[in-house]
């Protein structure tokens, strides 16, 4: 079955711990990207990759880290989580750029307190 | 930049009652078009999408139509279910392939 899946779905954590949140597809898809979704704001993009190696900021990228070392996975770390970044986390895939249709995982609820 | 504008919600609606959620655009150039649901605990999911002026996107009884000349994308449904409760985003395709969502909007359909 065709699918991105995230690990974990909950986490809650504390001011300061560094953490990461899984991303894996697998369809083979070039494009991977990471978003936050907040109440009245709605979803904005954090980093995309284009490929293996390639990666580049959204539009939200402070206080987040990314590596796209293999095609299907896309990590996303926070090396010092802070409470404004407490929100619920995406993770995107499609063949080749945004304009693709876009695969969405579960989606990561993340407390930090 | 580019934006997306959607009607604050929640829509509340009975069974069997017409549905129009607006959205519209500000972008450099024709972007293209893009609805997606969001049900409640899961991930985004494509519903719909028009790629030029006059397309008409359409799935599962969703339609929207892209009108340049009013920058819309409005989402229509003739009759819908309970099961179409859900979050509704309009997107757009920005400069440098990046999509930008609109801030969503919550439909609730009562039996």
């Known amino acids: 079955e065709a699918q991105v899946t995230q690990n974990p779905r909950y986490l809650i954590t504390v001011t300061g711990k560094k953490l990461t949140v899984t991303c894996s597809q697998n369809?083979?898809?070039?494009?991977m990207s990471w978003y936050r979704q907040d109440p009245g704001l709605g979803l904005r993009q954090i980093y995309y990759?284009?490929?293996?190696?390639?990666?580049d900021k959204g539009d939200v990228p402070e206080g987040y880290k990314v590596s796209r070392k293999e095609k299907r996975n896309f990590p996303l770390i926070l090396e010092s989580p802070s409470p404004n970044q407490t929100s619920l986390y995406f993770c995107?895939?499609?063949?080749?750029?945004?304009?693709?249709?876009?695969?969405f995982g579960p989606g990561t609820r993340l407390t930090v307190l | 930049g580019d934006s997306v504008t959607q009607m604050e919600g929640p829509v509340t609606l009975s069974e069997e009652a017409f549905l129009t959620i607006n959205c519209t655009y500000t972008?450099?150039?024709?972007?293209?078009l893009f609805w997606y649901v969001q049900y409640p605990g899961e991930g985004l999911q494509l519903l719909l999408k028009?790629?030029?002026?006059?397309d008409k996107g359409s799935n599962k009884g969703f339609e929207a139509t892209y009108r340049k000349e009013t920058t819309s994308f409005h989402l229509e449904k003739g009759s819908v279910q309970v099961s179409d409760s859900a979050v509704y985003f309009c997107?757009?395709?920005?400069?440098?392939?990046?999509?930008?969502f609109g801030t969503g909007t919550r439909l609730q359909v009562f039996p």
């Open positions: 995107a895939s499609s063949y080749r750029d945004g304009g693709d249709t876009q695969y």
């Open positions: 369809m083979n898809h070039e494009y």
């Open positions: 990759s284009m490929n293996v190696e390639v990666t």
């Open positions: 972008a450099t150039g024709y972007p293209s």
């Open positions: 028009a790629t030029k002026a006059d």
């Open positions: 997107a757009l395709l920005g400069v440098s392939a990046k999509l930008i």
